[in-house]
């Protein structure tokens, strides 16, 4: 599969198999084993790994070997997991296409004309393929629901601290997380169980009791729960494929017995609170670069830092009292719902040589980032969301629907995503190929 989708463009088959041989052992001498006991596991192109080529999906970075584990790979490694290689991302993940100048363009599994989504895409295409049963990847603005959604998978962007990020140079930022993805729900839950909790190197990290995830899934319902569908969340319009497809959802929960309204938060100024945290974000993650590399660097990730560059202090600010009045006006709608249902994405996929959709449902898109708008609601009031199947296009192709929860609701949003995953047909079907 691999040669033709490019999911992973490092693999790391001696260590691997080192790793495995070692699983091996342990068993035949009946040692304590961990939950992910020789279970294979990919690694973002984003997260340094010891003695594993880390790259960034930049020239920048090409060569780059990194000399220690990243915190999340320390866990994972510890709970068992074998490492098995590096995922394809875009240019340090900008954007929701997953290629770069390094290693090129990564395809979708259920048509390798199209796009897999980014910029978790490589692990999202290893898990619909079979190269691997867990994966790990970040989410900035649905950086793990897009790929989920448009291969097919689970993808769980958790809640900002929850899973702890080290190294990381921007370490009070709650904007971009690290979270799980696979194909099922039991298995997304699990592999959070083991990269969840507190660790001093991330300030903003806090303890959790991980048993929680694991119970949530074990016998879910949804009964009594209280949830509001939206089949756009008022801020960007939506293909009528992916509205027909998601639609089926809100009466499948109220079968299981939930009480299911048509409802969503008053989203104001959620676009112009994205353009400029992004900005600023890229320019205080990546501005020093544009000096000597901005030859080589994606064209899109050079405008947003010099768009960042070109913020005041008074935007900045305006930006967060927007995201301020945005928190409370979501925290409040969450006392009378329990979980949000909406599309993850707003269109299907679409060609792989087209950087971003400049239209959608008919609508030119004003920007890069605006059909990104089902998934950023959720990142800028950091609740944790969740992308499962949903479906399929009339042509063949898998449809997301992104269940949210409240503040630090993961338990919920996994027992809701898992009931509704044991209700369809089509959850675990493998892509053509």
Excluded at 98 to 124: D, E, I, M, Q
Excluded at 181 to 207: E, F, K, Q, W
Excluded at 218 to 245: H, N
């Amino acid at each position: 599969m691999n040669p033709l989708l490019n999911a992973y463009c490092t693999v790391a088959g001696e260590s691997a198999l080192r790793a495995a041989r070692a699983a091996e052992r342990a068993i035949l001498k009946r040692r304590p084993l961990g939950p992910l006991h020789g279970v294979p596991v990919s690694i973002k192109d984003l997260t340094e790994t010891k003695g594993i080529r880390t790259t960034w999906g930049s020239k920048i970075f090409e060569h780059h070997v990194a000399t220690e584990d990243a915190l999340v790979v320390e866990r994972l490694k510890a709970a068992g997991a074998i490492v098995v290689g590096k995922t394809n991302t875009p240019e340090f993940g900008s954007g929701a296409n997953t290629y770069n100048a390094v290693f090129g363009a990564t395809r979708n599994p259920w048509n390798p004309k199209l796009t897999c989504g980014g910029s978790t895409g490589g692990g999202a295409v290893a898990l619909a393929t079979g190269m691997g049963p867990l994966a790990q990847g970040s989410d900035l603005g649905g950086s793990l629901r897009t790929p989920a959604a448009f291969c097919g998978v689970v993808g769980f962007r958790t809640s900002p601290g929850l899973v702890p990020i080290y190294p990381n140079s921007l370490g009070w930022d709650t904007y971009g997380v690290y979270g799980p993805m696979a194909r099922t729900v039991a298995d997304t839950a699990l592999m959070l169980s083991t990269i969840a909790g507190a660790d001093p190197r991330a300030p903003l990290s806090y303890p959790v009791d991980a048993r929680e995830f694991l119970r949530a899934v074990q016998r879910p319902s949804v009964k009594g729960l209280r949830i509001a569908w939206s089949p756009d969340l008022g801020v960007c319009p939506v293909d009528p494929e992916i509205r027909r497809v998601t639609a089926t959802a809100p009466h499948v929960f109220e079968q299981l017995g939930a009480k299911v309204e048509t409802a969503h938060p008053d989203y104001s100024g959620v676009l112009e609170i994205v353009l400029l945290s992004r900005g600023a974000r890229q320019a205080a993650a990546h501005a020093e670069k544009l000096a000597r590399w901005r030859h080589v660097m994606q064209d899109s990730l050079v405008k947003n830092i010099e768009y960042g560059l070109t913020l005041t202090a008074e935007d900045i600010g305006r930006c967060e009292r927007m995201r301020t009045a945005l928190w409370h006006r979501v925290r409040t709608f969450y006392e009378k719902y329990d979980l949000i249902l909406a599309p993850t994405t707003a269109i299907p996929p679409f060609p792989v040589e087209i950087p971003f959709p400049t239209e959608v449902a008919g609508k030119p898109m004003t920007n890069y980032i605006e059909w990104l708008l089902p998934t950023y609601c959720f990142t800028v009031v950091g609740v944790p969301a969740i992308s499962v199947p949903c479906g399929f296009t009339k042509n063949g192709l898998p449809v997301g629907l992104q269940l949210a929860g409240p503040w630090r609701g993961e338990a919920t949003v996994l027992r809701a995503a898992a009931a509704f995953e044991a209700a369809q047909p089509w959850a675990h079907l493998r892509p053509p190929i």
